[in-house]
Structure formats: C-alpha cells, structure tokens
Nanobody, 118 residues
Framework: VQLQASGGGLVQAGGSLKLACVASGRNFSNYVASWFRQAPGKEREFVATVSWGGGRTDYADFAKGRFSISRDIALNTVYLQMNDLKPEDTAVYFC????????????WGQGTQVTVSS
C-alpha cells in the first residue's frame, strides 16, 4: 500500500494550494483518509479527514472555512484545497489512512512541503 502526496510549494499569504494524495495497493472503500501537518519544532497535528465511502468530512478549527477535503473514488485520490493561506500554515503536510472506526492510522504518505510567505 502506498500513499503519494504532492502539490506543496511556496505561496504568498492569501494564496491557495491544492494538495493531492494518491492511494494504491488496496480497496479503500472502508477507510478514512486524513491530512496532518507538522511545522518545524512542533508536533504533528490533524488538519482534516474524509470517509472514503460516505464522504463525511471533519476539520480542525484552524482549517474550517479555509480548507476543503475531498476524494475522487475513481482516481483513488484525496485532495486538500487550501485557501487564504497564512504564514502559520507553513508545514510539511502528510496524508494518512486508517480503517473506519479505528483510531490508529495504518498508512502514511511521505509528506509535501507547504511554505507561505508573508
């Protein structure tokens, strides 16, 4: 099983980026996919999650209203649309997947760097 994240980059404050996470290796219909991020010197934190089958979403407070998570079942891809980016959003963003109903994430992507300049 592989999760391949992409889409990071350098953007000015107020700009947008769309991250993608391509999943391969199994049927993810009963999985939950999430995005996390880790800034330098800080712990990894939850950003957003989506259930692969039903499409239910949830967001960290800082992401509500600015970020949107979605999935394309046919492409086995999860997206994170990030708008109105702020310098404090600078971090490495990781995608992860776990079986629905479990708390532990079974699979992690390699991370993609997002840098927001002021």
């Amino acid at each position: 099983v592989q999760l391949q994240a992409s889409g990071g980059g350098l953007v000015q404050a107020g700009g947008s980026l769309k991250l993608a996470c391509v999943a391969s290796g199994r049927n993810f219909s009963n999985y939950v996919a999430s995005w996390f991020r880790q800034a330098p010197g800080k712990e990894r934190e939850f950003v957003a999650t989506v259930s692969w089958g039903g499409g239910r979403t949830d967001y960290a407070d800082f992401a509500k209203g600015r970020f949107s998570i979605s999935r394309d079942i046919a492409l086995n891809t999860v997206y994170l649309q990030m708008n109105d980016l702020k310098p404090e959003d600078t971090a490495v963003y990781f995608c992860a997947a776990r079986v629905g109903g479990r708390r532990v994430y079974d699979f992690w992507g390699q991370g993609t760097q997002v840098t927001v300049s002021s």
